[in-house]
């Protein structure tokens, strides 16, 4: 009975670690993209409950960048500088090879390449010379704006870059990376089953471009399994479902696409693409760096909130579609909340305001690349935005 005791604990030990720090990812390169600019997609999966965005004054660069709400620190999870350098990671579980005890510093190391990293190249010279151990097990992925795009597989001594431009190693374009690395052990670490999904999504969207608009809608708000072969939203009828290695986790609290600048292209017009909390409930809103500490309200850290507006409607969302709390509870979800016949579930109700909103910001978007970025005209549109966003929450959000 001691025995079978301790298997059980490690085992949930390792589902909890599994899922408190896994995400899926992708760097699509221009070549990739109907527009020719790079894009860098990050869902994030965390134990923390609530994310935001904050805009910090770097050494050499400001950059925007998620941060946990919940958290002083301010390690950085995804973000961008005003040179167009952006940076991301995964969580690896089959790279580490030695006994380092004290790591985590993922979040420490992302800031300090927002801080001072204009380009692949400098990114590259970072951790050439950072001292060792670097305390990372992670694969970062970064674009910048002179068309650098790559993972580098990362663990306390080294590195491994795989580059998106590499037409031997992306033929197609883009990368595909969960919480393995392809250098480390084999068939250890997590994130097939996801892995094998995104490559399968990526690659029925693929023909007809990769858009922001077509990873959030088609691969981050995805219910499909690739090992059912089987998309939950077909199944418009079914009160409940088992939620086990989709993508859209319980643990899933952001997902952000960065669209990059192809060469020569001014680095202002870097865009952040940002969904905070679960994301199928979440609604998109492009940020940029040139707007400084004006950045709109529903993605700053709120004191009545305890997070950002928009990661506490759309996490408000996912806790009533994961009504159950005790045991395993949140491994299921009722369904008929999220999708359902009747077209009323929380996914089908807020997908024309998410096509609104993007479709306001996007139809700016060649006037821009032209002219630069019109501030005043975006903070009138994040205002508009904002009127729309805030009743179709309010809507479905039942609070007692």
Not at 169 to 182: E, K, R
Not at 252 to 261: E, H, K, N, P, R
Not at 276 to 291: C, D, E, M, N, Q
Request: glycine residues 6%; negative net charge.
């Amino acid at each position: 009975m001691k025995s079978l005791l301790l298997v059980s604990i490690l085992l949930s030990c390792f589902l909890l670690h599994e899922s408190g720090s896994a995400c899926t990812s992708v760097i699509v390169s221009g070549k990739a993209t109907p527009d020719g600019r790079p894009l860098m997609w990050k869902h994030r999966d965390t134990g923390t409950r609530y994310n935001h965005i904050t805009f910090e004054k770097g050494e050499k660069y400001n950059f925007l960048g998620l941060v946990n709400s919940d958290s002083t620190d301010y390690d950085i999870w995804t973000g961008v500088n005003e040179a167009g350098f952006a940076i991301m990671n995964t969580a690896s579980f089959n790279l580490k090879d030695d006994d380092v005890q004290e790591m985590d510093h993922e979040g420490r190391l992302m800031r300090r390449a927002l801080e001072i990293c204009k380009n692949q190249q400098d990114f590259e010279h970072f951790l050439d010379t950072l001292s060792r151990p670097m305390r990372v097990e992670a694969n970062f992925g970064i674009i910048d704006a002179f068309g650098g795009a790559a993972y580098y597989e990362t663990n306390n001594t080294k590195y491994y870059k795989k580059d998106v431009n590499d037409p031997n190693l992306a033929p197609d374009g883009y990368l595909v990376y969960t919480n393995f690395s392809f250098e480390g052990r084999k068939d250890e670490g997590y994130g097939y089953i996801r892995y094998e999904s995104a490559k399968k999504i990526f690659a029925d969207i693929y023909p007809q471009g990769l858009t922001p608009r077509s990873i959030f809608q088609e691969v981050s708000h995805s219910f499909y399994h690739s090992l059912f072969r089987k998309d939950l939203k077909e199944e418009k009828n079914t009160e409940w479902q088992l939620e086990q290695d989709l993508i859209p986790r319980f643990e899933s609290t952001a997902s952000i696409v960065i669209q990059g600048v192809k060469k020569g292209m001014n680095p202002e017009l870097t865009t952040m693409w940002t969904e905070l909390g679960y994301p199928p409930t979440a609604i998109a809103l492009p940020l940029w760096v040139k707007l400084g500490e004006q950045q709109p309200e529903l993605v700053l850290y709120s004191p009545q909130f305890k997070t950002a507006p928009l990661c506490y409607f759309a996490t408000l969302l996912k806790t009533q579609a994961y009504p159950i709390h005790r045991g395993n509870g949140q491994k299921y979800i009722h369904w008929s909340e999220l999708w359902n016949a009747q077209g009323t579930g929380y996914i089908q109700t807020l997908t024309p305001v998410w096509n609104e909103i993007y479709d306001l910001f996007a139809h700016h978007q060649a006037e821009w690349e032209e002219k630069g970025l019109d501030v005043e005209a975006i903070n009138r549109l994040y205002q508009e935005a904002e009127e729309k966003i805030k009743p179709a929450y309010y809507h479905l959000m039942r609070v007692d």
